[in-house]
């Protein structure tokens, strides 16, 4: 299990968790990466790959789940493009687009790449001697329902559920993707937004009161959701599937 995050210490509290559920069967490489500096990830990233896809590696099975992203600007769309913050808000913006999109599909090209051969050049022979390869992209129903004050979420989700939408049409073999809505989840961007004085008025109390009715899921609970629909392996390449789906 490879795992990657910009923050060393819970990255290495992750592993150690992974190593101690796994009761043995299940090893860890951690990488401390920045996933917004575009300039940096091609190399590091295809570093991480290399070191996994050397000539002596064999796989039956190989997966990638593809979490990282970050809320960005929180606000009424236009103020995106406010003149007295005109460089900082830009920059904020990049930053955004950079990590929850483009360093996204980027990083689910380069996977599939590492572990498959274009579906063109893969021959019925070929076939059995390839790993089955499985791309999650970590969605929201924001990619689906456009929520007033969070434009900039909602546009890079919707972008990362399109081009995993697009992936799972082209790769024929071997291959599936699937975009999973984790729902409503227990985590710090949720607390963020049940006290941001800026998100819309409505959302922010459906946040409040869900959080105060207990309705917020843990982080374990939609996992293991997320395993049995990898385990189960009876999803459409390239659909979005949301918590309450299943």
């Given at each position: 299990m490879v795992l990657i995050s910009r923050s060393g210490g819970p990255l290495r509290e992750a592993a150690r968790m992974a190593e101690e559920r796994g009761c043995g069967a299940v090893t860890t490489r951690c990488h401390e990466m920045d996933l917004s500096d575009l300039d940096a990830v091609p190399d590091e990233f295809r570093s991480v790959l290399e070191?996994?896809?050397?000539?002596?590696?064999?796989?039956?099975?190989?997966?990638?789940?593809?979490?990282?992203?970050?809320?960005?600007?929180?606000?009424l769309a236009p103020s995106i493009s406010s003149f007295d913050e005109m460089n900082n808000n830009m920059q904020e913006l990049r930053r955004a687009v950079d990590l929850n999109f483009t360093s996204?599909?980027?990083?689910?090209?380069?996977?599939?790449?590492?572990?498959?051969?274009?579906?063109?050049?893969?021959?019925?022979?070929?076939?059995?001697?390839?790993?089955?390869?499985?791309?999650?992209?970590?969605?929201s129903l924001c990619a689906l329902v456009p929520f007033p004050t969070m434009s900039i979420y909602c546009a890079t989700k919707a972008g990362r559920d399109m081009f995993h939408g697009v992936l799972g049409k082209e790769q024929k073999q071997n291959f599936k993707a699937l975009n999973y809505a984790p729902g409503l989840c227990d985590t710090q961007m949720s607390q963020y937004l049940a006290n941001c004085s800026v998100l819309d008025n409505e959302l922010h109390e459906y946040y409040v009161t869900s959080k105060g009715?207990?309705?917020?899921?843990?982080?374990?609970?939609?996992?293991k959701k997320l395993v049995r629909i990898i385990t189960m392996d009876e999803y459409e390449s390239g659909s979005h599937v949301d918590y309450w789906d299943v």
């Amino acid at each position: 299990m490879v795992l990657i995050s910009r923050s060393g210490g819970p990255l290495r509290e992750a592993a150690r968790m992974a190593e101690e559920r796994g009761c043995g069967a299940v090893t860890t490489r951690c990488h401390e990466m920045d996933l917004s500096d575009l300039d940096a990830v091609p190399d590091e990233f295809r570093s991480v790959l290399e070191s996994s896809s050397g000539a002596d590696a064999r796989y039956d099975s190989c997966l990638l789940v593809n979490n990282a992203g970050s809320l960005g600007p929180v606000g009424l769309a236009p103020s995106i493009s406010s003149f007295d913050e005109m460089n900082n808000n830009m920059q904020e913006l990049r930053r955004a687009v950079d990590l929850n999109f483009t360093s996204s599909i980027w990083i689910s090209a380069a996977f599939t790449n590492t572990f498959l051969p274009s579906s063109s050049k893969i021959c019925a022979s070929m076939t059995a001697q390839l790993p089955l390869v499985r791309v999650i992209n970590i969605s929201s129903l924001c990619a689906l329902v456009p929520f007033p004050t969070m434009s900039i979420y909602c546009a890079t989700k919707a972008g990362r559920d399109m081009f995993h939408g697009v992936l799972g049409k082209e790769q024929k073999q071997n291959f599936k993707a699937l975009n999973y809505a984790p729902g409503l989840c227990d985590t710090q961007m949720s607390q963020y937004l049940a006290n941001c004085s800026v998100l819309d008025n409505e959302l922010h109390e459906y946040y409040v009161t869900s959080k105060g009715e207990d309705k917020w899921i843990q982080p374990e609970e939609t996992a293991k959701k997320l395993v049995r629909i990898i385990t189960m392996d009876e999803y459409e390449s390239g659909s979005h599937v949301d918590y309450w789906d299943v």
